[in-house]
């Protein structure tokens, strides 16, 4: 069993949503952080068969590794043209 507060989960949320948002906007990204890497940081791989997860790292020992599926959609063209 696993125990864990909801504070860390929405932590771990926002993380996965900023990731999936760098992701999206950039195909060749493949990692994420939201600044140096640390002990007790986030960090964030592109994962899946599709590309489209978010796999969740902890610098901790005691952090389970998570997937966050299907989290990464592609950037709509804001521009108005096809190129």
């Known amino acids: 069993m696993d125990h864990t507060y909801i504070n860390e989960q929405e932590e771990i ?34 994962w899946g068969c599709g590309d489209d997860c978010v796999l969740v790292l902890k610098l901790d020992m005691c952090f389970t590794p998570t997937v966050y599926g299907n989290c990464i959609h592609e950037e709509e063209n804001c521009s108005g043209s096809d190129k």
């Open 13 to 46: 949320i926002e993380f996965v949503k900023r990731a999936a948002k760098r992701f999206s906007k950039d195909k060749k990204c493949a990692t994420y952080t939201d600044g140096e890497i640390e002990p007790e940081c986030y960090f964030g791989v592109r």
